[in-house]
DNA sequence: AGCACGCCGACT
DNA sequence: GTCGGCGTGCTC
């Protein structure tokens, strides 16, 4: 139907599935709208509006009766389409909204902010774009033009200590922005933000670069956002959220570390990075660098299948690697508890030099407690949990349910003594200050965050993921836990194990010595030589036999039973190569089921989802429809299967 | 989510 | 005869 005037199409921002589709208004005479604009518009009834974004303009409409756009929010241009393009390839790929994707990445508007862009000047920075670095130092010498050629994907193996990882990294995205175009690098946490921050300052000139920071507050966000928009080139570097970086001319994208938890978003539609920046790959033809230490296995397999193209260093460039692997019971004689004489006189030694970094895996004081006179294991009376300690005083708390047990009794021999089991970070601390008199002890962990300490001697005793930098680099490493944190019942416990260890080594200088203890066979080998590869495609090939992510495609649906049970039926009823494990209870009437699918059926599976989603939230009558979720591609759901181990 | 439309019981 | 119950369905 031919309008009086212009149609703009409109994504509202709202929450509700139903309404993510675009809708038509009339641009009313003299209105200033642009697409990619904010704008709020009438829905349903006259005075109710809804803000949205303007996506095009058209000259006509299906629709007979167009509402006129109530007014313009702002003329800024925050959605070009290359974004909208990403978020509705996103939305697709996870079953979920189009609108929910815009809105983990548009960050939200701040006035003063967008007034003073808007009146900005337009010219390009007065500094020169930088030269293009000969290459990467320690890589073959074609390997920095082949990483960042047009197209490209890339698996690049990062080597030696933390600082030269991430300034190969920033001389990637100085060679994309020597050739003017724009880099997008996203790391996992606030740590890696200040490694590579560093690392950035030192490559590419401030006027080029915009680092999202983790701490920023919402109008420098909305800042940096806006930043990106401008025409002249940049290099974004931030966490999650930067891999939607609105940058024009996209030439690189660098995740690192992709198997890191936190490059999964926890909000609805639980997008990973790594699927987002491997869509936006495929959309602007940009180069793709998954930058890492040991590979994930998304990565391995890709590497397999010839999809990604593996870029290693020349030589390995890392410190001693010595796994002890001995038991603890004859050499209390020489060395205190958990601690192998070879890996105490190394600890000794380092420490008249410099700091020593000690890597534990649990939180608390103890992750488990026994009675003292029965040892039987102390759990709790209400949800069987373990019980554990957070401090060394403190009251025993069950682990799973955080009831407090205080005062406690056996219940088989009535004894009232509990005593620990296992070390967590505070027990460990208390040990190694006894075993290390005279030497400074900082405690680092998730509670008290440290990021970096200076080069003077003493003990660093961190939980793993938290450990601080050390000026110059730690002289020694202990490992610890080993055993525990690879036989931990989950399904990517192997690859976060030999992550962690690898980020801990490479925090030591290369001419220190590091001490993994209480692990054996294939685990030992491989990170006394640095090759995981043999290791993770024996747990790839696994993973193809279990039908285990990342060899197949998995969504987990939740909410009340019956929707539940109806959606999975539903999708698994597509092709006989689908499968549907559980429903599992997850208690207070919510079930959980998960569909397995092979990759080849990906789209068909993300429409069914999405249709059966959709048709459960329309027929209200179903009681509890809202609660009903759909999480695509997220391997930790299956943990939560086995959990309690 | 709201909010209107719609088709059956107790009230002036 | 009509006010209003909330089941059902739509939102440019």
Not at 287 to 311: C, E, H, I, K, Q
Not at 470 to 498: C, F, I, K, Q
Request: proline share 7%; net charge neutral.
């Amino acid at each position: 139907v031919k309008q009086g005037g212009q149609v703009a199409r409109v994504i509202l921002d709202t929450r509700l599935p139903q309404l993510d589709r675009l809708f038509d208004y009339l641009i009313p005479e003299g209105m200033d709208v642009l697409p990619g604009c904010r704008v709020s518009v009438p829905l349903r009834s006259g005075a109710r509006t809804t803000p949205g974004f303007v996506v095009e303009l058209a000259d006509t409409s299906d629709v007979s009766a167009l509402q006129p756009i109530s007014s313009v929010i702002s003329t800024a241009a925050v959605l070009p389409a290359e974004l909208w393009d990403l978020a509705r390839a996103v939305a697709a790929r996870q079953a979920g909204s189009t609108a929910d994707v815009l809105r983990l990445a548009i960050p939200g508007r701040s006035v003063r902010v967008e007034q003073a862009w808007l009146a900005r000047d337009q010219d390009p920075p007065a500094v020169p774009l930088p030269s293009a670095p000969e290459g990467l130092w320690g890589y073959p010498h074609d390997s920095l033009q082949r990483l960042v050629q047009p197209g490209q994907r890339s698996a690049f193996a990062l080597t030696g200590e933390i600082d030269r990882g991430a300034q190969a990294v920033a001389q990637m995205a100085r060679a994309v922005l020597s050739r003017g175009e724009s880099a997008v690098v996203v790391v996992p946490d606030w740590r890696d933000l200040r490694t590579f921050q560093r690392a950035f300052q030192a490559e590419i000139p401030e006027e080029y670069l915009s680092v999202w920071d983790a701490d920023a507050t919402a109008s420098q966000r909305y800042r940096g956002y806006l930043r990106a928009l401008d025409a002249a080139p940049v290099v974004v570097l931030g966490r999650r959220h930067s891999v939607y970086a609105p940058v024009s001319s996209l030439g690189l994208m660098v995740v690192v570390d992709d198997a890191d938890e936190s490059h999964q978003e926890p909000l609805a539609p639980y997008p990973h990075v790594r699927d987002v920046a491997l869509l936006r790959h495929q959309h602007t033809g940009s180069a793709l660098v998954f930058a890492s230490r040991v590979p994930s296995m998304n990565l391995l397999r890709w590497v397999d299948r010839g999809y990604l193209t593996a870029v290693a260093a020349n030589h390995l460039e890392r410190p001693r690697v010595i796994p002890t692997a001995l038991s603890l019971s004859h050499e209390q004689a020489t060395a205190p508890a958990r601690l192998p004489s070879q890996a105490y006189q190394g600890v000794q030694d380092a420490l008249r030099e410099g700091p020593v970094l000690v890597q534990v895996f649990r939180a608390g004081f103890a992750p488990g407690l026994a009675c003292a006179r029965c040892r039987e294991a102390a759990r709790c009376v209400k949800c069987r949990g373990p019980l554990s300690r957070q401090t060394e005083s403190g009251p025993p708390a069950c682990r799973w349910c955080a009831k407090v047990h205080a005062p406690w009794s056996c219940p088989q021999c009535q004894g009232r003594e509990l005593r620990p089991l296992g070390y967590g970070v505070g027990r460990t601390v208390s040990e190694l200050g006894k075993a290390f008199p005279r030497v400074a002890v900082i405690r680092a962990d998730g509670a008290t965050p440290v990021y970096e300490v200076s080069g003077k001697p003493a003990l660093v005793i961190a939980t793993r993921g938290a450990e601080p930098v050390a000026a110059g680099g730690y002289h020694a490493a202990l490992l610890l836990d080993g055993a525990a944190m690879v036989n931990r019942g989950s399904l990517t416990a192997l690859e976060d194990t030999l992550r962690g260890w690898e980020h801990a080594i490479s925090l030591v200088r290369e001419s220190g010595r590091v001490f993994v203890t209480d692990v054996d066979d294939d685990p030992a080998l491989a990170v006394a030589t640095g090759s995981y590869h043999p290791l993770l495609r024996a747990e790839l090939q696994a993973r193809e036999q279990l039908r285990l992510p990342p060899a197949v495609r998995i969504a987990a649906v939740s909410g009340p039973r019956e929707l539940v049970l109806g959606l999975a039926d539903r999708v698994a009823g597509i092709a006989p190569e689908i499968d549907v494990l559980g429903p599992v209870s997850l208690g207070s009437g919510q079930t959980r089921s998960i569909v397995r699918f092979p990759y080849a059926l990906g789209e068909q599976v993300q429409e069914a989802l999405r249709a059966g989603f959709l048709s459960a939230v329309l027929a209200k009558r179903m009681a509890g429809a809202s609660r009903l979720r759909v999480v695509v591609d997220n391997p930790r759901v299956l943990d939560e299967l086995t959990e309690g181990t």
